[in-house]
């Protein structure tokens, strides 16, 4: 009990390390009520004041179901490992035979000694496999930290999108308001009318795109928050976090990502793995039920028999050449994957990174010359509206372009967020490129398995 009780805090620690190391956060299995009463407690804590990013992704890495279904592959991986490293089963057979007046009873133990003979090898095989899925475990942390962040962005994107589109719809119906009352005075044609109300036509269209968004962005991340009910109605901050002073400066980004990239480090795992049972298919490929067990035989009217017998299958049409070459051609197929595994890698940090790097001077752009230059001329159209030198009508349009241009910027400040989480998930590695294919995990193992 001591024992399970150590290899649990183990994953726990380890879970926890992955996500302090890399993200700050905390990272909790919820296997008792108390557990879950306790992510209960930090999630209402952390969702009585306007979220944060980080405490959107603490909210996700604690109360999102989907990871914490993940959590119980280690249970279930750890399980097998318990299972590769125990004696098998003897079996035992009783026989009784009656002809005429004569008894016979046969009593026979077997035992399974090519599995005894493996079994360091399994033991191996399935620790192997443990580290691998704890390496996609401690990914799915990660990628869900990366995936919750961007959710927040997004959402908080939309919330401020929404609030200027509201501004853009409300110059433009006073816009339109204004020009029908021209047109009725006689003071405008049909075209300058129809013009002003094109504008609040699609400025309504616009402000029920950006509702849309708004919501389906919101839903995401409460989706991946894990929460429901009157949880669902928290607050977000009216604005995205200001553009940092200068942008981050990875020169040796590929290095990087080669030493700390998840799913290159579990191909090469992976691939280990595969030789191993590469090695054991050549071992046992003539051998595949090899037992030994005692025999005892007693008759009524006899002296009673002892010995051993031993069974063994003998390879007079296969001779495991097709099991040999198969597990030769799995294991290609893995040094090939490992090897686009390291080529990808390298390819999505330099994409990241260029995205990255773009999107904060796009962002720096906005903020530091067009939002400016845009003050600017509202400033200056406000003070030729006060001399009476423009009319209403300019003055509006004026102002829909500056709320444009403002909106412009929020939605590169957004992306430019967006693009700094992208990096930091590409130097940690993706998802989809951790596990080795299902179908070659079976194979290898299956038949190690069976010798």
């Known amino acids: 009990m001591h024992v399970h009780s150590a290899r649990r805090r183990t994953h726990s620690d380890c879970r926890s390390q992955a996500a302090n190391d890399r993200l700050g956060k905390d990272v909790k299995w919820a296997r008792s009520d108390a557990d879950r009463d306790a992510i209960d407690k930090r999630v209402a804590q952390l969702l009585e004041q306007p979220l944060s990013a980080d405490d959107a992704t603490q909210i996700a890495l604690l109360n999102n179901k989907g990871l914490q279904a ?59 496999r443990f580290e691998q899925t704890r390496s996609a475990v401690a990914l799915s ?12 962005y997004l959402a908080v994107a939309a919330d401020e999108t929404g609030r200027y589109m509201l501004q853009v719809q409300t110059a433009a119906e006073a816009g339109a308001e204004l020009a029908r009352r021209q047109t009725q005075a006689g003071n405008w044609n049909k075209l300058q009318q129809a013009r002003e109300q094109s504008f609040y036509v699609e400025a309504a269209l616009n402000l029920a795109r950006s509702e849309q968004a708004r919501g389906a962005a919101r839903e995401r991340l409460t989706r991946l928050m894990g929460l429901w009910g009157q949880q669902a109605q928290f607050r977000l901050p009216e604005r995205l976090p200001d ?54 035989n007693s008759y009524n009217d006899a002296p009673t028999q002892r010995g051993y017998e031993i069974s063994v299958e003998l390879p007079l049409f296969d001779w495991g050449d097709a099991r040999v070459a198969k597990a030769e051609a799995i294991y290609m197929q893995a040094v090939n994957r490992a090897a686009e595994t390291a080529i990808n890698a390298r390819s999505e940090v330099r994409g990241a990174y260029a995205n990255y790097r773009s999107s904060y001077d796009i962002a720096r752009h906005f ?35 500056q709320i444009t241009s403002v909106n412009g910027y929020i939605e590169a400040l957004r992306d430019f967020w967006l693009a700094q989480a992208d990096l930091e998930m590409a130097l940690i590695g993706t998802p989809s490129m951790t596990a080795m294919p299902a179908a070659a995990m079976s194979t290898m193992d299956s038949g190690a398995a069976a010798h």
């Open 243 to 296: 553009l940092p002073k200068a942008p981050s400066d990875l020169p040796d980004i590929e290095q990087t990502a080669m030493a700390q990239r998840m799913d290159v480090q579990a191909a090469k795992l992976g691939t280990e793995q595969l030789a191993k049972n590469l090695g054991l298919t050549r071992a046992t490929r003539f051998i595949n039920v090899l037992e030994i067990g005692a025999v005892r």
């Open 141 to 152: 942390v990660l990628s869900l930290a990366s995936e919750a962040r961007k959710a927040y």
């Open 367 to 401: 903020r530091d010359e067009i939002v400016p230059l845009k003050k600017r001329i509202s400033e200056e159209n406000q003070l030729r509206y006060n001399g009476m030198l423009i009319g209403v009508f300019e003055l509006l349009a004026d102002v829909r372009s």
């Open 70 to 128: 993940s959590f119980g592959e280690l249970g279930i991986s750890e399980a097998d490992r318990v299972q590769a490293g125990r004696l098998p089963n003897p079996g035992f057979s009783f026989g009784r035979l009656q002809q005429g007046s004569g008894l016979e009873i046969d009593r026979s133990i077997q035992f399974n000694l090519a599995r005894l003979l493996m079994l360091p090898m399994l033991n191996q095989i399935e620790s192997r």
